[in-house]
């Protein structure tokens, strides 16, 4: 019950054969069974926190866990200080947002010690607005969440790589060692090209130090082998 699993397949949800499974009001990725929904949950990226506007909010059932993975209690939202139906949201977080600004207080407090937060200001300079950051599931105190090299701002905004994730696509580089070096951050394929035609790959290139665009860097001399 009020269970949410994102982000995989119908082929990772398994139990013993032989067993039946009974769900109720959970929310299951491509699921087609009966007692749940494949409805987008409204998750933030690589946390369990909720959206403001989720759709996990208030389609739980009251007899979960007492309190959410925030140690919120009780479990549900008091009518008039978040959401008007007293119903438990679904998955690990109880979307509690008393000053209605579309971050959860929890979150306001865990970075800034208080709910006393405005949703529209930048506190960290990155080009991201503080709800900005509560959506991203970034720090909205430092301006590289992933230390990559690159701004969350420019990350999101400018060359569409995640801001959590350090090398978004996954190629050996950091998203600003490619960004410097002219190559795409969101492309694994290119750290094997050779885009100066001098016999040694980008990839290479980038990780000693040399410009993969210079036919003379590295030096003939000090090229290594592919």
């Known amino acids: ?12 949800v398994e139990w013993a054969q032989g067993e039946s499974v009974d769900l109720q009001w959970c929310i299951i990725q491509d ?9 987008a949950p409204g998750l933030i990226p690589f946390t369990y926190r909720l959206l403001a506007d989720a759709g996990a909010i208030d389609a739980g059932v009251s007899n979960s866990l007492v309190q959410d993975a925030d140690g919120e209690a009780p479990r549900w939202d008091a009518p008039g200080v978040s959401n008007v139906i007293s119903v438990w949201d679904i998955g690990a977080d109880e979307f509690i ?10 979150w306001e407090t865990q970075w800034f010690g208080s709910t006393n937060v405005s949703a529209s200001v930048d ?37 569409g790589t995640s801001p959590t994730d350090p090398d978004s696509d996954d190629d050996g580089l950091t998203d600003g060692q490619e ?16 885009d100066d035609g001098d016999g040694v790959l980008n990839g290479i290139e980038v990780s000693i ?6 036919t003379n860097d590295p030096p003939e001399a000090d090229r290594v082998s592919e």
């Open 1 to 12: 019950q009020n269970t949410l699993y994102w982000g995989n397949s119908t082929s990772q």
């Open 31 to 39: 699921w087609t069974g009966a007692g749940g929904t494949s409805n």
């Open 97 to 106: 947002d008393g000053d209605g600004d579309g971050m959860a207080d929890a």
């Open 123 to 159: 506190s960290d300079g990155d080009g991201l607005t503080n709800s900005a950051e509560y959506a991203e599931g970034t720090s909205p105190t430092s301006s590289d969440t992933d230390g990559d090299g690159l701004s969350d701002g420019d990350e999101v905004g400018t060359h």
């Open 179 to 194: 960004t410097q070096a002219s190559m795409d951050p969101n492309d694994p394929s290119d750290v094997l090209d050779d």
């Open 209 to 214: 130090g040399t410009d993969p665009s210079d």
